[in-house]
């Protein structure tokens, strides 16, 4: 998988869980500057002043087996 394909299923998981999320990609990644060893940044925004513990687990369980 690369890191494009990997960056748009993090998004559709973080819909999944909080379905008026966005996902935003920044940093080198969104300029193509990436090298190999970059990190991905990405910037969620959820309309709400906080996840819920239960929230924030899921989606860590759907990034995980993703």
């Known amino acids: 998988m690369n890191r494009t394909d990997l960056t748009n299923r993090?998004?559709?998981?973080i819909k999944k869980v909080?379905?008026?999320?966005?996902a935003i990609?920044?940093?080198s990644e969104a300029?193509?500057?990436a090298?190999?060893?970059?990190?991905?940044?990405?910037l969620i925004l959820v309309d709400k002043?906080?996840?819920?513990?239960?929230?924030?687990?899921?989606?860590?369980v759907l990034i995980?087996?993703?």
């Open 25 to 27: 990609l920044y940093g």
């Open 64 to 66: 995980e087996t993703h």
């Open 35 to 42: 090298k190999k060893n970059s990190d991905i940044d990405v």
């Open 18 to 22: 909080v379905p008026d999320a966005d």
């Open 10 to 13: 993090l998004k559709v998981v």
């Open 31 to 33: 300029r193509g500057e």
């Open 49 to 60: 002043d906080y996840l819920s513990p239960q929230e924030l687990h899921d989606v860590d």
